[in-house]
């Protein structure tokens, strides 16, 4: 007989990654294709960090100091808040994975969006707990009615996403609000800010403002986009001190190795680094919106650098014609939206390319 999983185990999705720009290139034998699939930014990492990770190197046969220190008082400093308040993770999702693993058991519910970002499931899920999916509204904003709605004795964690993955909307201070007065405390509400950098709507709320009310609000926020750094892996969240203190116990002692702590320290003060990314994302939308506005699909407004196209027709199509032409974006049917692909904003040169090429493409297909 063999060693059993939990029989809830076989209900996890498989995780669907943005297709790699090698891959691609093996499968198609092209050269020179882009990535606008991943959020990923688009400047590549911060110079700062290289040079920052580049230093690491010679201490990759130390142990990290779990506790991260120096990393955690300028984050606190950032965040406004004590470094008590801050969990770091391998990447928001292992932030994620932890509140699951510290808040969720059996049988207990956690309300997020339909669509949503697909982390939230599967940590959920690896609890034995039950996503409980609300639709988004139709304009991609949270249903906060339709939330409060679905909410029974069971719900322990609300996941809550702004600017919203593949949305691009963000939750207003009046909104957020207005549902926390619903909301009983008891309930974990997890703000993921994982875009909150690129947004520009002044009243967009933050969870950060939350940290010391009588509700239990967590903001993740991460160093994989505005930081440039998804391939070192940190994210961290900040929270009341008691759910940092049962984090704590969860959090693995080494999950930030030695390279990501001082890229992570060196990005923070990378203003010029920072200053270009946000340059390059906010013109690139402006771009694409006024290139794309005569052509017959709807294109979402939003606050992240990405955005979402309603093509109007089956989107599986589009997406490989891209591929043959060496251009990569997100097809949205993993998020249960056929018709709708996700596109991140690139180096102008990629976003021209995108616009060559989709044209092309919606034109003769
Ligand atoms: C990219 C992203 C994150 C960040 O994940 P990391 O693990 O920090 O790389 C978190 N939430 C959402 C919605 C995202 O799109």
Do not use: W
Request: aromatic share 8%; proline share 7%.
């Amino acid at each position: 007989m063999k060693p059993t999983a939990p029989e809830y185990f076989n209900s996890i999705p498989p995780y669907v990654p943005g297709k790699p720009l090698e891959e691609l290139e093996r499968e198609y034998g092209i050269t020179d294709s882009i990535k606008l699939a991943s959020n990923e930014n688009p400047l590549g990492p911060s110079p700062k960090a290289m040079k920052a990770v580049e230093h690491a190197l010679s201490n990759l046969h130390r142990y990290p100091d779990g506790a991260a220190p120096e990393l955690m008082e300028r984050l606190a400093a950032k965040m406004g808040c004590r470094p008590e308040e801050i969990i770091l993770g391998n990447g928001s999702d292992e932030v994620i994975d932890m509140l699951a693993k510290v808040y969720l058991n059996e049988g207990d519910e956690a309300l997020m969006t339909e669509p949503s970002f697909l982390m939230y499931t599967i940590s959920a899920l690896a609890q034995g707990a039950v996503p409980v999916k609300i639709p988004l509204r139709e304009d991609f904003g949270h249903d906060f009615g339709a939330i409060i709605q679905a909410i029974t004795p069971k719900t322990r964690i609300i996941f809550l996403n702004s600017p919203q993955n593949p949305g691009g909307t963000v939750i207003t201070k009046d909104e957020f609000e207005a549902f926390l007065k619903k909301v009983d405390p008891s309930i974990l509400i997890i703000m993921d800010e994982a875009y909150i950098e690129f947004n520009r709507d002044p009243k967009a709320v933050t969870g950060l403002d939350y940290l010391d009310c009588d509700h239990t609000v967590v903001t993740l926020r991460t160093f994989s986009k505005l930081y440039g750094l998804a391939g070192l892996r940190i994210g961290f969240g900040v929270m009341p001190l008691h759910a940092a203190q049962m984090l704590g116990r969860v959090r693995p002692p080494f999950n930030i190795n030695i390279p990501a702590q001082l890229g992570a320290l060196a990005a923070l003060e990378d203003d010029d680094y920072v200053r270009e990314t946000l340059d390059t994302v906010h013109k690139g939308l402006d771009y694409f919106f006024d290139t794309l506005k005569d052509m017959d699909v709807v294109c979402y407004p939003t606050q992240a650098n990405f955005f979402m196209i309603d093509l109007k027709r089956d989107a599986k199509e589009v997406y490989e014609a891209l591929l043959h032409k060496g251009v990569i974006i997100r097809p949205l049917g993993s998020y249960g939206f056929d018709n709708h692909i996700r596109v991140t904003v690139g180096k102008p040169q990629e976003n021209e390319r995108f616009v060559r090429a989709f044209k092309e493409i919606m034109a003769t297909l």
